[in-house]
T-cell receptor, first 108, second 115 residues
Framework: DAKTTQPTSMDCAEGRAANLPCNHS???????VYWYRQIHSQGPQYIIH???NNETNEMASLIITEDRKSSTLILPHATLRDTAVYYC?????????FGTGTRLQVFP | DAGVIQSPRHEVTEMGQEVTLRCKPI?????LFWYRQTMMRGLELLIY????????DSGMPEDRFSAKMPNASFSTLKIQPSEPRDSAVYFC?????????????FGEGSRLTVL
């Protein structure tokens, strides 16, 4: 059972920042927020994860609210290749359960 | 590193036939996961192993499905007999169980069509 709520779909212009929101209001103190994406016909790909601090890597930034009930994945300069389904997952060191995710369409 | 390797990439079979999907995890990884993806149900976790031992098979749909991991470098998912509703993409993933357990590395999937 997915513990997250995400918009079904979003659009973003190429070169602009894509901000993907996720609600996880029932998250527990020891549960992490993980983000994955799945490009058409490929396996899911890990993007980033965090517990309570904001995180950044070469792919994206993750902003977690202070109460940890929501987070935002930021792709700073979206490209056409970022078109994919993005999954936000609450994880507690057991198993990853994928929800329905957000379908991000990056347009020229 | 070759990543997670799955075979076959595509399989078309007839109802009632046995299907065997294969997975080679990333060397050194000690957790292995089998997922199934369909349009209707999305990505479902079927079973996962730690150190070659099945930990949770609650996602296996029914007795027609079985999974084995005879050693650290090989796993199989078998469907016998297969049915049209088993048509899906089956993904294998592996991870190094530890601090970052949630970082799974997925294979490219095996697309199964049962006629």
């Amino acid at each position: 059972d997915a513990k997250t709520t995400q918009p079904t779909s979003m659009d973003c212009a190429e070169g602009r920042a894509a901000n993907l929101p996720c609600n996880h209001s029932t998250i527990s103190g020891n549960e992490y927020v993980y983000w994955y994406r799945q490009i058409h016909s490929q396996g899911p790909q890990y993007i980033i994860h965090g517990l309570k601090n904001n995180e950044t890597n070469e792919m994206a930034s993750l902003i977690i609210t202070e109460d940890r009930k929501s987070s935002t994945l930021i792709l700073p300069h979206a490209t056409l290749r970022d078109t994919a389904v993005y999954y936000c997952i609450v994880f507690n060191t057991d198993k990853l359960i994928f929800g329905t995710g957000t379908r991000l369409q990056v347009f020229p | 590193d070759a990543g997670v390797i799955q075979s076959p990439r595509h399989e078309v079979t007839e109802m009632g036939q046995e299907v065997t999907l294969r997975c080679k995890p990333i060397s050194g990884h000690n957790s292995l996961f089998w997922y199934r993806q369909t349009m209707m149900r999305g990505l479902e976790l079927l079973i996962y192993f730690n150190n070659n031992v099945p930990i949770d098979d609650s996602g296996m749909p029914e007795d027609r499905f079985s999974a084995k991991m005879p050693n650290a470098s090989f796993s199989t998912l078998k469907i016998q007999p297969s049915e049209p509703r088993d048509s899906a993409v089956y993904f294998c993933a592996s991870s190094l169980r530890g601090i970052n357990t949630g970082e799974l590395f997925f294979g490219e999937g095996s697309r199964l069509t049962v006629l």
